[in-house]
Structure formats: structure tokens, C-alpha cells
């Protein structure tokens, strides 16, 4: 089973071959609060890209460990390249992104980005 996402304007696309998750990190680090973000993390193999590549950019901030890969039409940040804490790399999904995501359904996990 797997899922879809995108951008606000379609230009950016991914699959993650995995199910919808039931549980989503809200950080309150001042990059997450501002955009909004509901993150899952998954591993790199179970991401594709389906299209987009070419108007992706990379923001980083803080300890720049993060790659937060945004459209450079729309401006939506629909995902990020990062590693797990015990260095395996992950993609963190903005579920906000995956028009089948029921939102209001999922169990928000609290993070306290701002303390580290």
C-alpha cells in the first residue's frame, strides 16, 4: 500500500510505498510552527520523487542537518532529507501534503524543537 503527496501547485510530486501513517510530529521549533508541519518520517527506500526535481530548492537553518526541499513556484515545503537519530536517512513527510491524510484523525506526537 502507499501514498501520494505534493506541492500546493502540482509542480512537485512523491510515492511513499508505505501505509498512511496514524501519527504525525508537531514540533514547535520556529521553522515547524511557522509553516505548520505535521511530520511522519519514513525510510529513504520507500520515497520516490515522481516529478519536480528541477524546481526544488534546499533551505537549511540551525544545525543544517535538516535539507527542507521546497518548490520554488508554490513555495510548499512537502518534504525534507534528514537521518533518524541513529543515522539512517529518512524523509520527513509534510502531511499536510497528502490530500488522502485525514488530518483531523491523526494522533499529534508533540516535539520540543525550540529546547534543543
Known amino acids: 500500500m502507499s501514498f501520494q503527496g505534493q506541492c500546493h501547485c502540482g509542480s512537485v510530486r512523491f510515492s511513499v510505498d ?3 501513517p496514524v501519527q504525525a510530529i508537531s514540533c ?3 521553522h ?3 509553516k505548520g508541519f505535521l511530520l511522519a518520517f519514513f525510510p529513504v527506500q520507500k520515497f520516490s520523487l515522481t516529478q519536480g ?4 530548492r534546499t533551505y ?3 544545525t543544517h542537518q535538516i535539507e527542507h526541499q521546497f518548490c ?3 513555495g510548499t515545503q512537502a518534504f525534507a532529507l534528514g537521518a533518524l537519530p541513529d543515522g539512517t536517512p529518512s524523509r520527513a513527510i509534510n502531511l499536510r501534503c497528502v ?3 485525514d488530518l ?4 499529534l506526537i508533540p516535539y520540543d524543537g525550540a529546547s534543543r
Open 18 to 20: 508505505a501505509p498512511l
Open 28 to 30: 514547535n521549533c520556529s
Open 32 to 34: 515547524c510552527r511557522a
Open 53 to 56: 526535481q528541477d524546481v526544488l
Open 60 to 62: 537549511r537553518f540551525n
Open 72 to 74: 520554488t513556484v508554490c
Open 99 to 101: 490530500p488522502q491524510a
Open 104 to 107: 483531523d484523525a491523526l494522533e
